[in-house]
């Protein structure tokens, strides 16, 4: 194959062509700024509202429950500042995880620095939150518990409507990031017992630089950014018209589309890792074995170095990672797989390959093919490997 083969859809995605073929004009005819009274600036606050309308309807949500942001850091920055400083009254103890994403990890780190006391809950070996320990956790003086919906890189999906219920049966606000579970899976705020939640728009077809946090009528959170009256007076700043336009489009789109797509984006996810789990040994997927998000699939490979294994895939043309693109730059491990227990060798030599509508059967075995091939080398060049056959040559 000379084409890319693009299997990194949980650290961006392709935006779809309707979704840029809505947002042109915005660009062009309809340049209009929403806030002023004129007819040009109409035609676009009724563009931005109806994209509004459209998530809202989604979520099972109410419109004026939908505030549009620049993506999912700042929905996450923004529920939780938000909520710490509008409960502080009642208390100063937030719940989260080990495995969330660093948006929610170093804000809490920030909130730490300003008094806030945070519980970090562990999670079993498949990334799945322990209610009991949950429940455990609650203080009196608990006023947020943030969870994510499913992770970004060993896409387990949480229980999350059981964990909203347990919120609202302490009288606590419940957060959840769903960036990656928002378009892959149906989410109704109502069921689930949701309260506040954060989505970005380029994890579903969609434009980057546009997210939205829904926020329950009711919550007394201020604003994030302060100036003008825009989003009804809780996020300042001029609407990004097309980046709402191609948001609502996505979103619409991945609606329309989810049942048929998702079931098969997790046949080939399954494909994938049953090839790759029984033709290559001493591998590990990580993550639920079947709740999880739909085109996710993350391995650890022992004996090798993920980076080494990531720069010989590019070589053929194959886009993977070894986890949050968020922490590409950094040499340490995964915090995700070591809060499920791998130490730090096995860590280290994981991969994440994550599906789109696009992905083939053909490029999943090319895929396969190659890392086999790229393992078996690694391999022959690792001390670690070679003195672990020594020892175990019936293994070989």
Not at 316 to 323: F, L, R, T
Request: glycine share 8%.
């Amino acid at each position: 194959m000379n084409k890319v083969i693009y299997l990194d859809n949980a650290a961006t995605t392709k935006p779809a062509p309707e979704v840029v073929e809505a947002m042109l004009p915005y660009y062009t005819e309809h340049y209009g700024n929403p806030s002023a009274i004129y007819s040009i600036a109409a035609e676009c606050k009724e563009a931005v509202n109806s994209s509004r309308d459209t998530i809202a309807r989604v979520l099972g949500a109410k419109s004026n429950e939908i505030y549009f942001t620049a993506g999912g850091t700042e929905s996450d920055n923004w529920a939780l500042k938000a909520a710490y400083e509008a409960y502080s009254s009642k208390g100063n103890h937030i719940i989260t995880t080990k495995i969330e994403h660093h948006a929610i990890l170093h804000t809490c780190d920030y909130l730490e620095s300003k008094g806030c006391e945070v519980t970090y809950l562990d999670v079993d070996e498949y990334g799945v939150v322990d209610l009991e320990q949950l429940k455990a956790a609650i203080r009196p003086e608990t006023i947020l518990i943030s969870i994510m919906f499913g992770n970004n890189e060993i896409g387990t999906i949480e229980p999350i409507k059981e964990i909203g219920r347990i919120a609202h049966e302490n009288g606590i606000v419940f957060h959840t990031d769903a960036v990656q579970a928002f378009g892959q899976v149906p989410i109704n705020v109502d069921e689930m017992n949701i309260d506040m939640l954060s989505a970005s728009g380029h994890k579903l077809n969609g434009p980057k630089g546009i997210g939205f946090l829904y926020i329950r009528k009711g919550l007394k959170l201020r604003s994030f950014i302060h100036g003008g009256a825009q989003e009804r007076k809780r996020r300042a700043g001029t609407e990004n018209v097309p980046g709402i336009v191609g948001l609502g489009k996505a979103v619409e789109r991945a609606d329309r589309t989810m049942k048929e797509r998702t079931a098969r984006e997790a046949e080939l996810r399954d494909y994938l890792i049953k090839r790759v789990t029984e033709e290559i040994p001493f591998t590990r997927l990580n993550g639920h074995p079947e709740n999880r998000l739909p085109n996710n699939a993350n391995f650890c490979f022992r004996f090798i170095e993920g980076e080494s294994m990531l720069i010989m895939l590019d070589m053929k043309g194959i886009c993977g990672s070894s986890g949050s693109a968020c922490t590409s730059g950094s040499l340490d491990p995964s915090h995700v797989l070591l809060a499920i227990g791998l130490p730090h060798e096995i860590a280290h030599g994981s991969l994440r390959l994550t599906l789109s509508e696009e992905t083939t059967r053909d490029e999943i075995d090319f895929v396969v093919d190659n890392l086999k091939e790229i393992i078996a080398k690694l391999r022959s060049m690792s001390p670690l490997y070679e003195d672990y056959i020594a020892k175990h040559p019936e293994e070989a």
